[in-house]
């Protein structure tokens, strides 16, 4: 499916009355999970600027025992303290890289902001190296715009 056909489809969630939040964006990764063939799994991280950790809040694909990660560590908490985009062609190539699957290949994490503050991420995994274009972080930008609306 298009990521244009995509966008109706997270704003359609995003803005449907019924369901918590976390319903909402558990939803959208699974939308995600399930149109994008290279997106083998989609999850979002929140932050805890206090604690300095990001807490798994939503996620589709294979369950991880990433649910807790420290600021500064792998690829989501070096996107924690950047508030950059990252995106990873292949992970072998990365030495701060925590591994939660050793099918994946590559991965991109987009930083969620609101109010101008980074209060969590997206991020993908993908058992293809290098899937993710410029396309994909402009999307996934949109996804979180409509993601923070939520929060």
Sequence with gaps: MAFEDLKIQVSSIASNNEGSAKDKMTAICELLQEHIDYYDWVGFYMANHEARTLHLEAFAGEPTDHTV???????????????????VPDVKAQ???????ITVKSEIVIPLFKDGKNIGQIDIDSNKVDPFTKADEDFLEFVNEKVAALL
Excluded at 69 to 87: L, R, T
């Design 69 to 87: 990660i420290p600021f500064g560590k792998g690829i989501c908490g070096q996107v924690a303290e950047s508030n950059e985009n990252f995106v």
């Design 95 to 101: 030495d701060n890289y925590i591994a939660c699957s």
